[in-house]
T-cell receptor, first 112, second 113 residues
Framework: GQQLNQSPQSMFIQEGEDVSMNCTSSSIFNTWLWYKQDPGEGPVLLIALYKAGELTSNGRLTAQFGITRKDSFLNISASIPSDVGIYFC????????????FGGGTRVLVKP | GAVVSQHPSWVICKSGTSVKIECRSLDFQATTMFWYRQFPKQSLMLMATSNEGSKATYEQGVEKDKFLINHASLTLSTLTVTSAHPEDSSFYICSGLSNYGYTFGSGTRLTVV
């Protein structure tokens, strides 16, 4: 089956720093999605990507759909404390409405 | 945007009992809903895909007789964990498919004691 490798698994941030994470797949996807999950909550959509090469921003967030359709990255610029949480990439293959495959998540923590 | 309401947000039950979790689409009709399970510090694992008016499609390794899914209307899907055991303790999340894409409920923390 399809698998998504997401890295890093965790990272520490200091306010003001830029953050970057990525996902790679062994197979292609038609759609890449990036979600943020806060403790005890469901994932919330941050950015959706629908075309290979697409670069999309949402405030301080920027994500790109890789040309090969097998990877995507998410950047967070000038991080703030509320950026702490778990970020998941998700890929969708085939017809719209097909199930999503999730990456393992990147846990963003604040530097002590 | 689309809103998915999931209840209860948490539940504690005794071993051997059954628990029902509800997932409602509040402002759209969800022909398709997805049910996920998430263990601590892990990703979301798809359990099943439910389509309104038909039987759910379960992922490999998920017991359909243990995790009963009903999607009798376009705005309500339910997951019933039957004969719950402590190992069923987990965070269960539903997701509805709308014109805005995949919208997730806020999850249900199930603890079986």
């Amino acid at each position: 089956g399809q698998q998504l490798n997401q890295s890093p698994q965790s990272m520490f941030i200091q306010e003001g720093e830029d953050v970057s994470m990525n996902c790679t797949s062994s197979s292609i996807f038609n759609t890449w999605l990036w979600y943020k999950q806060d403790p005890g909550e469901g994932p919330v959509l941050l950015i959706a990507l629908y075309k290979a090469g697409e670069l999309t921003s949402n405030g301080r967030l920027t994500a790109q759909f890789g040309i090969t359709r097998k990877d995507s990255f998410l950047n967070i610029s000038a991080s703030i404390p509320s950026d702490v949480g778990i970020y998941f990439c998700a890929g969708q293959f085939g017809a719209a409405g097909n199930k999503l495959t999730f990456g393992g998540g990147t846990r963003v923590l604040v530097k002590p | 945007g689309a809103v998915v309401s999931q209840h209860p947000s948490w539940v504690i039950c005794k071993s051997g009992t059954s628990v029902k979790i509800e997932c409602r689409s509040l402002d759209f009709q969800a022909t398709t809903m997805f049910w996920y399970r998430q263990f601590p510090k892990q990703s979301l694992m798809l359990m099943a895909t439910s389509n309104e008016g038909s039987k759910a499609t379960y992922e490999q390794g998920v017991e359909k007789d243990k995790f009963l899914i009903n999607h009798a209307s376009l705005t309500l899907s339910t997951l019933t964990v039957t004969s719950a055991h402590p190992e069923d303790s987990s965070f269960y999340i539903c997701s509805g498919l709308s014109n805005y894409g995949y919208t997730f409920g806020s999850g249900t923390r199930l603890t079986v004691v």
